[in-house]
């Protein structure tokens, strides 16, 4: 992890994506609680998913600036993946949704995320989604 206070709030993919429509619902949350002074931070796996694009220089450059934490996928996140795939019924496809939740639950953190159905399997399990 990059050094620094540690994440209070996780962006998924879809919220990053979308928080970077200036006009979006996302990008008016993402500066509220940048304003706020939240800690936000991004998974190496949901950054890598947002790498894959389509993104131009503008965007890519503009969530560098704004996302400066990223969270590897260590033992702890690894373990509390696995935890969450059989915790909630070892769903085929499924996995990738449970490394971000881990990440996430694993620092503590809420995670922001446009896909709430995709997530919400995982709150009885500890993971807070953000506001």
């Known amino acids: 992890m990059t050094k620094g206070t540690a994440p209070d709030i996780h962006l998924d993919t879809s919220f990053l994506i979308?928080?970077?429509?200036?006009?979006?619902?996302?990008?008016?949350?993402?500066r509220k609680w940048l304003r706020a002074r939240h800690a936000v931070a991004i998974c190496t796996l949901a950054w890598g998913e947002f790498l894959c694009g389509p993104l131009d220089d503008r965007v890519g450059g503009l969530a560098r600036r704004v996302v400066r934490t990223h969270i590897p996928l260590g033992i702890d996140e690894a373990t509390e993946a696995a935890r969450l795939?059989?915790?909630t019924g070892r769903r085929r496809g499924s996995f990738q949704d449970c490394i971000v939740a881990a990440t996430a639950v694993?620092?503590?953190a809420s995670l922001a995320t446009t896909?709430?159905?995709?997530?919400e399997r995982f709150v009885p399990q500890g993971l807070q989604l953000a506001e």
């Open 18 to 30: 979308r928080a970077l429509v200036a006009s979006s619902a996302e990008s008016e949350t993402l």
């Open 85 to 87: 795939f059989n915790a």
């Open 106 to 108: 694993t620092s503590g």
């Open 115 to 119: 896909d709430r159905a995709d997530f």
